[in-house]
């Protein structure tokens, strides 16, 4: 409408010059060298803009003449960008297909058409990855760290080539220059923290952790959580390197110990780990009420048998009488809770009082336990019986029960279980990733009519479950592979014979005057 509307305004306008001009005719008078040439106003301004125009063509032609090689130049340039781009889009389209054999060739394409730009080198190390060509995939990755726009990049590559090789030196290094070169990336501290971690560089990592969190790339919680994990597995390093040492140099080892990991307790005083290592380095340092005081306070908010375990030997050379009366102290914070009777019957078997002991272990094992008892309750059923009637039979019976007893909690992950915590996962180096639960195995829902029998040629083994305990070496079992929301839990059969008479006895030694045994 617009559009219109000027085009409107513009012939009006002129018209109304060409009446003006009609009304005001005059003449045009041009001498030059003797010569007179005369014509009307109207015609002479005619003949200036038409050669106006004509010197104006000339010029254009005589500017594109000159300009032609150069146009000619850019238009095969943008040409040549053009399919340059395009094999770059089909190289990457290729490369997202898992296609290694047009990968490499729009590959190529893409590096004669376009040089080395960053996007063509990614490309070209893409494909060599895919091809299988990782020395091939390090070398493009390794020209880009020759641009300061394309470095950050080429080590991005070249510690996921390190960490597809194994090689963690490598990784760790790459790692490092990637965090140094940008400090609020949130995979180059990740995988330097990792890394640290997972070959116990406590001290390294705790460093990384206060980087991260002046980059703002953990929150609060987590960074809380990571550095008690990370005081603690350093305060069990310089403890176990105080046992090694004897006088005043054990006693300053332990000291340092201790003060490390009761900077973990002050972070969380409800971890478990840290709280039972700094009451035994209490313990050890003189320090009995302050332990005794720190695993009190844990124990009314959460009983655990490690903390059972320090308590019961905070105070050395004790009898099993004096232990017994301060396990009930404890037991009495979380009265209530299974540890608490637990921690307790172990205590009363230490000072021998059987009555006690079954007493605490009652309501496991009579008649109105809503569970089944654990392996741990019947190993304690077995000693009692013993201990308290030189029954032998009984005994073996909670131990023949026991074999097939629910599992205890432990420290678990990914195809590890010990009763010992540690600061990574020892199979897959993962950081903080035990828990303390019972190894769970679900029963497979399957219809037996349609499940056939396995053949041996369908077994496949799968990744050994390793499990560990401070007295007892690794153990690795191979089983047919299942599926992954798959377990099944075939328990073994019941033993016809308990046993020879010979073997049934328990290997207990007296660790006190009133002959208590020692679990």
Same mark, same amino acid.
């Given at each position: 409408?617009?559009?219109?509307?000027?085009?409107?305004?513009?012939?009006?306008?002129?018209?109304?010059?060409?009446?003006?001009?009609?009304?005001?005719?005059?003449?045009?008078?041009?001498?030059?060298?003797?010569?007179?040439?005369?014509?009307?106003?109207?015609?002479?301004?005619?003949?200036?803009?038409?050669?106006?125009?004509?010197?104006?063509?000339?010029?254009?032609?005589?500017?594109?003449?000159?300009?032609?090689?150069?146009?000619?130049?850019?238009?095969?340039?943008?040409?040549?960008?053009?399919?340059?781009?395009?094999?770059?889009?089909?190289?990457?389209?290729?490369?997202?297909?898992?296609?290694?054999? !047009?990968?490499?060739?729009?590959?190529?394409?893409?590096?004669?058409?376009? $040089?080395?730009?960053?996007?063509?080198?990614?490309?070209?190390?893409?494909?060599?990855?895919?091809?299988?060509?990782?020395?091939?995939?390090?070398?493009?990755?390794?020209?880009?760290?020759?641009?300061?726009?394309? %470095?950050?990049?080429?080590?991005?590559?070249?510690?996921?080539?390190?960490?597809?090789?194994?090689?963690?030196?490598?990784?760790?290094?790459?790692?490092?220059?990637?965090?140094?070169?940008?400090?609020?990336?949130? @995979?180059?501290?990740?995988?330097?923290?990792?890394?640290?971690?997972?070959?116990?560089? @406590?001290?390294?990592?705790?460093?990384?952790?206060?980087?991260?969190?002046?980059?703002?790339?953990?929150?609060?919680?987590?960074?809380?959580?990571?550095?008690?994990?990370?005081?603690?597995?350093?305060?069990?390093?310089?403890?176990?390197?105080?046992?090694?040492?004897?006088? $005043?140099?054990?006693?300053?080892?332990? =000291?340092?110990?201790?003060?490390?990991?009761?900077?973990?307790?002050?972070?969380?005083?409800?971890?478990?780990?840290?709280?039972?290592?700094?009451?035994?380095?209490?313990?050890?340092?003189?320090?009995?009420?302050?332990?005794?005081?720190?695993?009190?306070?844990?124990?009314?908010?959460?009983?655990?048998?490690?903390?059972? $375990?320090?308590?019961?030997?905070?105070?050395?050379?004790?009898?099993?009488?004096?232990?017994?009366?301060?396990?009930?102290?404890? %037991?009495?914070?979380?009265?209530?809770?299974?540890?608490?009777? &637990?921690?307790?019957?172990?205590?009363?078997?230490?000072?021998?009082?059987?009555?006690?002991?079954?007493?605490?272990?009652?309501?496991?094992?009579?008649?109105?336990?809503? =569970?089944?008892?654990?392996?741990?309750?019947?190993?304690?059923?077995?000693?009692?019986?013993?201990?308290?009637?030189?029954?032998?039979?009984?005994?073996?019976?909670?131990?023949?029960?026991?074999?097939?007893?629910?599992?205890?909690?432990?420290?678990?992950?990914?195809?590890?279980?010990?009763?010992?915590?540690?600061?990574?996962?020892?199979?897959?180096? =993962?950081?903080?990733?035990?828990?303390?639960?019972?190894?769970?195995?679900?029963?497979?829902?399957? !219809?037996?009519?349609?499940?056939?029998?396995?053949?041996?040629?369908?077994?496949?083994?799968?990744?050994?479950?390793?499990?560990?305990?401070?007295?007892?070496?690794?153990?690795? &079992?191979?089983?047919?592979?299942?599926?992954?929301?798959?377990?099944?839990?075939?328990?073994?059969?019941?033993?016809?014979?308990?046993?020879?008479?010979?073997?049934?006895?328990?290997?207990?030694?007296?660790?006190?005057?009133?002959?208590?045994?020692? @679990?």
């Amino acid at each position: 409408m617009l559009r219109a509307l000027y085009t409107f305004l513009i012939i009006a306008v002129l018209a109304v010059v060409a009446v003006w001009l009609a009304d005001n005719p005059g003449d045009l008078v041009l001498h030059w060298r003797g010569y007179e040439v005369r014509t009307s106003f109207v015609i002479g301004i005619g003949l200036l803009v038409a050669v106006a125009f004509l010197v104006l063509f000339v010029y254009r032609l005589g500017v594109g003449f000159v300009r032609s090689p150069a146009s000619v130049s850019t238009f095969l340039e943008t040409r040549r960008r053009r399919r340059g781009f395009l094999a770059l889009s089909r190289g990457m389209v290729a490369v997202a297909a898992g296609d290694a054999a !047009e990968a490499k060739r729009y590959s190529g394409q893409a590096r004669r058409l376009l $040089d080395e730009t960053p996007l063509t080198l990614l490309l070209a190390a893409q494909a060599a990855q895919l091809d299988g060509r990782e020395e091939a995939a390090t070398g493009y990755f390794e020209a880009m760290l020759g641009s300061p726009e394309t %470095a950050f990049l080429g080590l991005r590559g070249l510690f996921v080539q390190a960490r597809r090789a194994g090689d963690r030196t490598r990784a760790l290094e790459i790692a490092r220059r990637a965090f140094e070169m940008r400090p609020k990336t949130a @995979w180059a501290a990740q995988a330097v923290f990792e890394i640290e971690t997972s070959e116990e560089d @406590w001290g390294a990592a705790l460093k990384t952790l206060d980087r991260s969190l002046s980059a703002k790339l953990l929150t609060r919680n987590e960074a809380r959580r990571r550095r008690t994990v990370l005081l603690t597995g350093q305060a069990i390093v310089a403890a176990e390197a105080a046992h090694m040492q004897v006088g $005043d140099a054990r006693k300053a080892a332990n =000291e340092k110990a201790l003060a490390e990991v009761l900077q973990a307790v002050s972070l969380d005083h409800s971890f478990v780990p840290a709280v039972a290592l700094a009451a035994r380095l209490c313990g050890e340092t003189g320090r009995v009420r302050k332990g005794a005081k720190l695993i009190e306070d844990a124990w009314a908010q959460a009983p655990h048998p490690e903390l059972a $375990d320090a308590y019961l030997g905070l105070v050395e050379g004790e009898s099993g009488y004096d232990r017994f009366k301060r396990m009930k102290l404890l %037991a009495g914070r979380n009265r209530d809770h299974p540890e608490s009777r &637990v921690a307790l019957a172990r205590a009363a078997i230490g000072a021998r009082d059987w009555l006690a002991a079954r007493g605490a272990l009652e309501p496991f094992i009579g008649e109105n336990a809503a =569970e089944r008892p654990t392996q741990r309750i019947c190993e304690l059923m077995a000693e009692i019986e013993e201990g308290e009637h030189g029954n032998r039979g009984s005994a073996r019976e909670w131990l023949g029960r026991a074999l097939h007893a629910p599992e205890d909690p432990a420290w678990t992950g990914e195809g590890w279980r010990s009763a010992v915590w540690s600061p990574i996962n020892p199979v897959t180096g =993962e950081f903080d990733a035990l828990e303390w639960r019972v190894p769970g195995l679900r029963l497979l829902p399957v !219809e037996r009519a349609a499940m056939p029998a396995p053949t041996p040629a369908e077994e496949v083994a799968v990744p050994a479950v390793q499990e560990a305990s401070p007295r007892e070496p690794v153990i690795q &079992v191979t089983r047919p592979q299942l599926e992954e929301d798959e377990a099944i839990a075939f328990p073994p059969p019941l033993p016809d014979d308990p046993g020879p008479e010979g073997l049934d006895e328990l290997d207990a030694e007296p660790d006190d005057a009133q002959g208590g045994r020692r @679990w």
